[in-house]
């Protein structure tokens, strides 16, 4: 069967599953559980013959019971009606308390598919197929496109995890990773980041033995605190052969703004969480749950703030090695916000290489109500002088109208940024915009300009907005439908920010 027949396969079985109340998510986590542990058997198996130590059932105390079977997928094959609802629950229960990525790929396990002969349905679906003899890219796209088609579910809030590939390919076609280099992704969702950059090296490199081995071992890092999410960055990464079966998981599950780990990385491309304020809830002394602000006191911080996209910036510029690079997805607000966030633009300016910023439209994030940007800089040793000279500035997102289902944004639509970028040589960039071309998409302004605009403002546009004044080439209903919800969806985060900041319910 095609990659694509097997995803088609694989989520029609979603339709009969969401009858009986199970979420894409849930059922997409069952998948994953499930392949795992096929994987696992079929490696197992000549021509394999892996030695991969699955542990006996634990009882829901954590102990072995006693002549209890092993859990691995033969003998979860055997199971009928009640008694396979109840050796998979206890399975994954077990599994949980394992280590490295076996561990990591179970934590927190539940079976939500509470019918016994519609779990048999997915495991018998699985059993059909090969799992490790699949070609990588085919078993990736599988994985990929049950991801995508998961994000879609707007009530499962799912695409706040997911970043469209194809702003993910563009920005990792400007850094232009090279081998035995270490990337790393502080809020990795479901790997995106790792996957267009291992698929960049092998497609653009020759790479030896010793090459081939760091990248499937050691260039990738991040942190994922959402187990249900970070399970399926582990698998995604698994079923595009990086990382092993039997080895330590490099996605950690900590709160990466917590501390620093002192670990340095060369490149960093990530977009953190949507969501402007950090907070957690709590009950007050009346008992009832209120939020308080969480704020996260490093030394390595220039400002102290409870803003997550700000202090994530701060983070990643500590993160990077020197002449390290980064790019980031971040929204609106980090741009112009006042406070610790005009102090955030002017120390990383002078302490980075803020070189570009990709503005980019509505209608390309599953989550609504987003406006973002790329910020591309490269950190920089220690100077009395400023290392940004200028900053690039790319928009594409006046007069630019996408939607996910009708007009979703593709590569091609970014083409002349990446040529433009010259990631070969920064140096011979030239601007499309002039006096005469004053519809240009690429335009510089110099640090000493920046840092006189207002609060050293980097929310800068200069295209004039069509929709304001060329009433007879509207954009069709759907999109200008699309950018309202947008814009009214921005406007209602705006606000809540604003009664949580002064505690009005």
Known sequence: MTDSAIVSKVWNLAHVLRDDGVSYGDYLEQITYLLFLKMADELSKPPYNKKISFPKIKDVEGKEIKNGEVCNWENLITKKGSELESFYAGLLRSLSTEKGMLGQIYTKSQNK??????????????????????????????????????????????????????????????????????????????????????????ENYSLDREQKSFLKNKTFHGNEIVANTRRMCLMNMYLHNIGEIDGESFISSNDSLIADDGKRYDYILTNPPFGKKSSMTITNDAGDLEKEELNYNRQDFWETTSNKQLNFLQHIKTQLNIEGEAAVVLPDNVLFEGGAGE??????MKTADLHTVLRLPTGVFYAQGVKANVLFFTNKKASKDPWTKEVWFYDYRTNIHHTLKKNPMMVDDLKEFIKLYNSENRSKRKETYSEKNPEGRWRKFTYEEILARDKTNLDIF???????????????????????????????????EIMDTVGVE
């Open 113 to 202: 598919i509470q019918d016994p002969s519609k779990l048999w349905k997915v495991i018998d679906l699985i059993q059909k197929e090969q799992w490790t003899m699949a070609d990588a890219d085919i078993k990736g796209q599988i994985y990929e496109g049950l991801l995508e088609k998961n994000a879609e579910d707007v009530k499962s809030g799912a695409g706040q995890y997911f970043t469209p590939r194809s702003l993910i390919k563009t920005m990792v076609a400007c850094i232009q990773p090279k081998p035995k280099k270490k990337i790393n992704d502080p809020a990795c969702g479901t790997g995106g980041f790792f996957l267009a950059s291992y698929d960049y090296l092998i």
């Open 343 to 348: 102090k955030i633009r002017a120390q990383l």
């Open 462 to 496: 200069w295209i004039k907005d069509k929709s304001l004044t060329d009433l007879d080439n509207l954009p069709d209903p759907d999109i200008l439908a699309n950018e309202i919800i947008e814009n009214i969806e921005a406007g209602l985060a705006s606000f809540r």
